[in-house]
């Protein structure tokens, strides 16, 4: 930076380094002046910018570049194609040998060699952009390590490899960088609603596609958490401390959590132990600065996915800090002002008290590991299940993505030495897979495979079932007995189709693989004719008779507007982005149902989409869609504010989509504008609340389950502090239900069973249509798989409508009662959605001929 030329401006800055320095770290001995302080390097004190993370990224280069005890790692790059970036700081003896020390780490899990060797503790923070004080403590964190010259640090430098991970959420970090600065006020203005602590529509929590960066470390979606996991799983510190900020009336918050919601499948030394020892240095901390602090509430360890959580399922101590925010400079609370620079302190002490609790109980950690890992061997020589087999052949798109979200977590996963039959299902060597329990990471095997878990609470802070092969609906069987596996699966999934050759007739493409939706658009985006079969059919292709059932996709090779030589050329393309299959045919009749010519082909149009966004409208949501079609169909989607709507000439879109959200802002005038614009043609699909919202509206004659009228003779009464226990058992917070789906409808093309996994965390209850043909999907009369729902919740779901599809007039509106493309995650149902955007138009209500 450049130096103040006035020698009161540099009396000035040196002030204020020194008022820094007090505020921060006071008593901290001496620091080497050979290390810049933030303050120095970007040109303010910290707390009183919000810094950008480009320079986050500058300083931590430099500080690499200065000292010889850090090195900076690249680990990843966003969307938005920022890096992901890593500081590991340690003493310079440790640095010269850092891979040696890396290696011998994760060979104490079970063993007592080698531990002499430093520990590794990981410091994270800013996972959700718009919680900015972890990241700025960071900054404070890494120069206090490098620059400090005491006994203490250079006692845990010889002792620890210290890992930063300053932001984890870059991009959402500066979106709201930008928010807060361009409306920072000189001076600062604490009113809660000035524009500054009020960020418009999406706000800078999430990533680039609106979804919450921390519920993905089990689902790993995104590349930022799988490149923070594959961090993790290199190094697999002893401790992972996530730095958050909660709501600005709040304090500060560290573990342990609220015991009731301890996932009961980790060995509890963790909580009985651990925690304890741990809470008592951050109480000290908090205690030194005065701070305000709470324990035991709110949240949980039972979701895998959080940065605070999933290494716990590998043998570690994940702890979580939340401190208030101040979402901007300073805002007023009911107890008086707060600062951005105090959220900074808080989490700056939070974070060196971690650092010398893990250095003092450092045998508590080592124990605490080879505990876990010892335990969990126990546990599963003892399950009586030795296995999972799963797979689906005629699907191996979704198959393949099963495979390697498992790797990634470093599970175990095996090839099939022959088929196999189990469950009611066979399974083809080649296409199914095997997962033993038997290994070291069988904690997040039953977390992958099993329903649910045993709970002691009917609250919880998120989902209460996370099983993921239920996600991706795919046929799978327990294995109880000794079962021959075939080779070691060592490297990631991708389906080699063969080549496609050139047909004199036609091609036809499987709808039961999850990439045919991507095939399609492609192939409407290239500019051909494509066709779908609304009645299954077979033909010998080289001596084989193959089975296409409802939704198979034809190319004639005649009828087009293209030249054969150019569909070909398309058809290849598209295989060798989508990796499907694709048949050849040299004929139009089938050997068995429907010909090729036959009017249940239907021709399909390209989508031409609108997604309303905008306030009110679950940003999460609407985000899931963006990123499906952008991700994985290749499809661009207009986003559309709702306040927009008035302006937006609909007849340019076929299809309108409608997520969770609060509509109550679109006028009468927008209301009738979409009825006839339903009625001329369009596609409507809604879900959740905004299929409540569309029904309340009447662009669809499908009704909502009455509200609960049940009269009683007294009033009830209840204890006023149980409030929270007895209203909050009525929210849903996540569970996974069955539901029985018509797979002979456009919406179920492509199923290959008629019970489907769902997941659910709303209260939108359909009643069945009054048309026979419009219940598309009805939960059915047992339909929990795992989670918690309360009785009245339950009753209420049982043989209720999933999803609805009625016609209105020349139109159709799609109504789904849950979330199909939950966190990015629910391989299983994105169908249902691919289904309602590709065949939504060819939807018609048979009418129902009176027999009365």
Not at 752 to 771: H, L
């Amino acid at each position: 930076m450049k130096r103040l030329l006035t020698l009161g401006g540099s009396l000035v800055f040196i002030t204020a380094l020194w008022a820094q320095a007090g505020y921060f770290y006071p008593n901290s001995g001496p620091m080497n002046a050979a290390i810049p302080t933030p303050e120095q390097f970007l040109g303010y004190p910290i707390g009183s910018y919000h810094t950008r993370y480009d320079r986050i990224v500058a300083y931590f280069e430099t500080l690499a570049r200065l000292s010889d005890k850090a090195q900076l790692e690249v680990l990843g790059n966003t969307y938005e194609n920022r890096p992901l970036i890593a500081l590991i700081v340690t003493s310079a003896a440790n640095q010269s040998r850092l891979e040696e020390i890396r290696q011998r780490h994760l060979q104490r899990n079970t063993a007592t060699a080698y531990d002499d060797e430093p520990i590794v503790i990981q410091i994270a923070a800013n996972v959700h952009g718009n919680e900015a004080s972890g990241g700025e403590s960071a900054l404070l964190t890494a120069y206090y390590l490098l620059a400090n010259e005491s006994e203490q640090v250079k006692n845990w430098l010889d002792n620890m490899v210290i890992l930063i991970v300053p932001v984890q959420n870059p991009d959402g970090r500066d979106r709201f960088n930008t928010w807060v600065n361009m409306h920072k006020g000189t001076p600062p203005v604490a009113d809660p609603f000035d524009r500054e602590h009020t960020e418009a529509w999406p706000g800078g929590r999430m990533n680039h596609y609106w979804f919450d960066p921390n519920r993905d470390w089990f689902l790993l979606v995104h590349p930022e958490t799988q490149a923070l996991a594959r961090f993790v799983h290199k190094w697999r510190p002893y401790v992972l401390v996530d730095h958050h900020e909660m709501g600005t009336n709040s304090t500060f918050y560290f573990d342990p959590g609220k015991p009731s919601s301890d996932n009961p499948l980790i060995p509890d030394r963790l909580y009985k132990s651990v925690y304890p020892k741990f809470s008592k240095y951050f109480e000290q901390a908090m205690n030194k600065l005065g701070s305000l602090y709470f324990t035991r509430e709110v949240f949980d360890k039972l979701y895998p996915g959080y940065g605070s959580s999933y290494i716990n399922f590998y043998g570690g101590a994940g702890f979580l800090f939340e401190q208030a925010s101040s979402r901007g400079q300073v805002q007023e609370t009911p107890t008086g002002q707060i600062t951005f620079a105090f959220a900074i302190r808080n989490q700056f002490h939070a974070a060196l008290a971690t650092l010398q609790a893990a250095y003092s109980e450092r045998k508590e950690l080592l124990e605490m590991r080879r505990e876990f890992f010892r335990v969990s061997r126990e546990q599963a020589i003892k399950s009586p299940i030795k296995g999972y087999v799963f797979g689906q052949a005629s699907d191996p798109t979704r198959t393949n993505a099963f495979v390697n979200l498992c790797l990634q977590h470093e599970i175990e996963v095996y090839e099939l030495a022959s088929n196999f039959s189990a469950g009611g299902y066979q399974f083809e060597k080649g296409s199914a897979y095997f997962v033993p329990t038997d290994q070291p990471n069988y904690v997040m095997v039953r977390s992958l495979f099993e329903k649910s878990i045993p709970y002691a609470d009917s609250l919880f802070y998120d989902a209460s079932a996370w099983s993921m092969i239920h996600a991706f609906n795919l046929p799978y069987a327990e294995i109880k007995s000794n079962f021959t596996k075939g080779e070691k699966v060592v490297a990631p999934k991708v389906a080699n189709p063969p080549p496609v050759e050139k047909a004199p007739y036609g091609y036809v493409i499987r709808w039961t693989d999850y990439n045919a939706a991507q095939a399609v658009y492609r192939l409407l985006e290239g500019g051909a004719v494509v066709q779908a079969a609304f009645r299954p059919f077979s033909f010998n292709i080289n001596g084989k008779n193959e089975n296409f059932g409802y939704g198979t996709i034809f190319i004639p090779v005649q009828q087009q507007k293209i030249t054969s030589d150019s569909l070909y050329q398309l058809l290849k393309k598209v295989q060798l982005q989508a990796k499907i299959v694709i048949y050849s045919l040299a004929t139009g009749r089938s050997i068995e149902g429907i010909d090729l010519g036959s009017n249940y082909m239907r021709a399909l149009r390209k989508p031409e989409a609108l997604l309303v966004v905008g306030q009110g409208v679950s940003a999460y949501e609407a985000g899931e869609v963006w990123h499906l079609l952008d991700q994985r169909i290749g499809m661009p989607i207009a986003k559309v504010d709702v306040s927009n709507l008035s302006r937006v000439n609909l007849n340019r879109y076929n299809t309108i989509i409608m997520v969770n959200g609060t509509y109550t802002t679109i006028e009468k005038a927008v209301v009738e504008r979409l009825k006839a614009w339903v009625q001329n043609g369009g596609t409507l699909i809604a879900q959740k609340s905004a299929a409540e919202w569309a029904i309340k509206n009447e662009l669809t004659k499908e009704k909502l389950l009455p509200s609960d009228t049940t009269k009683r003779d007294k009033p009830l009464r209840y204890d006023y502090d149980n409030a929270v226990y007895i209203e909050g058992a009525k929210s849903i917070g996540g569970v996974i239900l069955e539901m029985d789906l018509d797979i002979t409808h456009p919406l179920g093309f492509g199923f290959q069973s008629r019970k489907v996994s769902v997941f659910r965390n709303g209260t939108t209850f359909f009643k069945p249509s009054e048309n026979p043909y419009n219940t598309v999907g009805q939960y059915t009369a047992s339909p929990l798989i795992g989670g918690y729902l309360s009785d009245q919740n339950l009753k209420k779901v049982q043989k209720s409508a999933a999803i609805l599809a009625s016609s209105e007039a020349a139109g159709r509106v799609i109504l789904f009662a849950d979330n199909p493309n939950f966190r990015g995650i629910w391989y299983g149902t994105n169908r249902l959605f691919f289904n309602a955007l590709i065949f939504g138009n060819h939807i018609n209500t048979p009418t129902v001929i009176s027999q009365e």
